[in-house]
């Protein structure tokens, strides 16, 4: 299936007057009390409405101030002194860098224009520099935006790191990880502390990320320090666990911000066979500018401002260029490589055999990336139907022909066969994956890409209800959203024939998007691994449920006095939320007094309450 095409894009955009609204904890709504959490009836469970007026006041004064401009055009802070806190990476400037403050409501509607102009000039998508420094809560209103005005592919960069072990209870537990845990070869990938927050923000606000993780898994398998590829795999299950659509992560080998591949080991064999991995591997493949020329510059290592040099020439005919162009073109014809899961079919340090398959569509996959050893392959298994198979590639890169057999179960056999040293070998099987936006409300258009929908108009369900088709043709469906209820749905494609395709996960709003930024005080003294969060009614405010994956937050403070968090809400519709913490140990604690109800917004606002007790 065809995937939108990230091009580079911008930031920046807002504006209109915000309606200023007030609210307090009302008389409706269920009570809750510290110790359990809120009664929802069906009706406040999705407790959108299209009411405009301000609830009644009861006696508690749980007062909530809303204002046109919450803060100025800027953030007016010092330089981040916590580069893994909450509060500092948002709310904190970046290198003495003007951080501009998206939650003020002329500067979230001039931004947001901005990025429509682009589009209506054609631009496929956006790329977010620094999304972790971008309010957390403001980016789906964004992604929002775009969609509701045409649709873009929009991902971000946010650097996630393995941190500096300080201390000796960190290095033991760092030591006891490697022993025991059973993700020990990808935990150091993902050991960032905020890398839970950048997987939530990417699942629940319908947009996609740098897959740095992979990034440096893929350099230290690829270059120095020579990693072997369990490394990889174990972190690509990980992966897959963790995003509900890891097949949209942005896959790269290097980028203006780090030494080229070939700066870190002068060794192109090596750099073909990385090249083969992120474009064979899940995920949408992002080379950088000169790698098919073999472009590098050693100077100081190859860091800023030598990965970014002038290319002097440029020529289609680099094994580099050919390699990037045939895998560019399979993953056109056929969509195990964009959709397909993967399969580890033989693992070792320097052998990495996978396979991708999506249905009937397969492409196997296979890198020897020793420099002198060949690797006999015995009992290879695979969903490849009974066959011969040319390497897709032609040889160019050592690879042969191959023979499959059948077996049982669909596990057919491979002939016995040697990858030699510097191998990369791809074999393709013979030839409804997606839908995007994956986070709309109702009346939106959304697309489904795939194939075998035929050419007669079947139908599209969202979970069993019927969405009015807008066209139709064998591998792609356009729809109107359908208004089935705030919250995860699934979507099946059914042909003219009745026959239904796979499900496909989405994610249905209440309504058009606003940031609106929460604001509390007097909040009772968080216990060691309490977070305080913010739990409603509709998918934007977690639906009741009261999980970190869910919830929105946690919130943040400079003082603790005040503690503050942005989201993505919808606009003019009535909220009903309470305020929550979590434990570590999963405890849930929620305030006290009735569920808070409060209008949102039309454009960007704050709006200020107490803690209830």
């Known amino acids: 299936m ?16 915000s309606r200023s609204t007030s ?32 609830p009644a006041t009861t006696t508690r004064a749980s007062t909530a101030r809303s204002t046109t401009t919450p803060g100025g055009y800027f953030h007016h802070e010092k330089n981040i002194t916590d580069r893994y806190g909450r509060y500092h990476v948002q709310y904190q400037t970046l290198y003495d860098l003007a951080d501009i403050n998206q939650e003020n409501p002329s500067m979230d509607a001039y931004l947001k224009e901005a990025a429509r102009a682009f589009q209506r000039h054609g631009a496929d998508g956006f790329r977010l520099d620094g999304m972790k420094h971008v309010t957390w809560g403001w980016q789906p209103s964004f992604v929002n935006a775009l969609d509701s005005s045409g649709g873009s592919f929009v991902f971000g960069e946010w650097y996630l790191e393995d941190p500096p072990v300080r201390g000796w ?4 537990k760092a030591f006891l990880r490697s022993i025991f845990s059973s993700d020990a070869q990808s935990s150091k990938y993902v050991s960032d502390p905020l890398y839970r927050d950048a997987v939530k923000l990417v699942n629940r606000g319908g947009m996609s990320m740098h897959n740095f993780p992979l990034n440096t898994a893929t350099r230290n398998v690829f270059g120095p320090p020579d990693a072997g590829f369990r490394e990889l795999d174990t972190l690509l299950g990980r992966e897959a666990r963790d995003f509900a659509r890891r097949d949209e992560l942005v896959n790269f080998i290097d980028n203006h911000d780090m030494p080229r591949l070939l700066s870190l080991a002068d060794d192109r064999h090596r750099l073909h066979a990385a090249l083969a991995f992120v474009l064979t591997t899940p995920g949408i493949p992002c080379v950088y500018y000169g790698t098919e020329q073999y472009l590098h510059d050693d100077t100081a290592g190859g860091t800023d401002p030598y990965n970014r ?8 005919d680099t094994p580099a ?12 014809e056929n969509p195990a490589l964009a959709y397909g899961d993967l399969t580890a079919r033989e693992v070792g340090d320097d052998v990495y055999v996978y396979e991708r398959r999506f249905f009937g569509n397969v492409v196997l996959v296979a890198i020897n990336k020793s ?14 139907p009974p066959a011969a198979y040319e390497d897709y590639l032609g040889g160019a890169f050592g690879a042969s022909k191959i023979e499959v057999t059948a077996g049982a179960g669909g596990e057919n056999g491979v002939a016995a066969f040697r990858l030699p040293p510097h191998a990369v070998g791809v074999w393709s099987s013979p030839r409804a994956g997606a839908v995007a936006p994956r986070v709309a409300q109702p009346g939106s258009q959304v697309t489904l890409t795939g194939e075998g929908f035929g050419q007669a108009a079947g139908a599209v369900l969202f979970d069993e209800t019927p969405a009015q088709i807008v066209s139709w043709a064998d591998g792609e469906v356009k729809v109107t959203v359908p208004a089935t209820g705030s919250g995860a749905h699934q979507l099946r494609v059914v042909d003219g024939a009745g026959r239904s395709s796979n499900p496909v996960p989405f994610a249905e709003l209440s309504g058009a998007l606003v940031p609106l930024t929460f604001k509390v005080r007097n909040v009772p003294p968080l216990q060691p691994g309490e977070q305080l969060f913010l739990v409603g009614g509709g998918y934007e405010l977690g639906g009741w449920r009261a999980a970190w994956d869910e919830a929105v937050g946690p919130l943040v403070s400079a003082d603790n006095a005040e503690w503050l968090v942005c989201a993505s809400v919808p606009a003019s519709q009535t909220l009903q939320f309470k305020f929550v913490k979590l434990g570590a140990d999963g405890a849930v604690t929620w305030e006290g007094g009735q569920n808070r109800i409060y209008v949102a917004p039309t454009a960007a606002s704050e709006a200020r309450f107490e803690w209830q007790y």
């Open 321 to 332: 260029y050919s390699l990037i162009s045939r895998l560019s073109r399979l993953r056109r």
């Open 169 to 172: 209870w960190q290095r033991l």
């Open 23 to 54: 609210a307090t904890a009302a008389t409706r709504g269920p009570r809750s009390t510290t110790s359990s959490p809120p009664r929802t009836s069906a009706a406040s469970r999705w407790s959108w409405t299209s009411r405009r007026t301000t």
């Open 309 to 316: 040099p002038m290319m002097n020439s440029f020529s289609t």
């Open 371 to 384: 420099r002198d050893s060949p690797y006999d392959l015995r009992a290879l298994k695979t969903a490849l």
């Open 2 to 17: 065809r995937r939108p095409r990230p091009t580079t894009v911008t930031r920046r955009a807002t504006s209109s007057a």
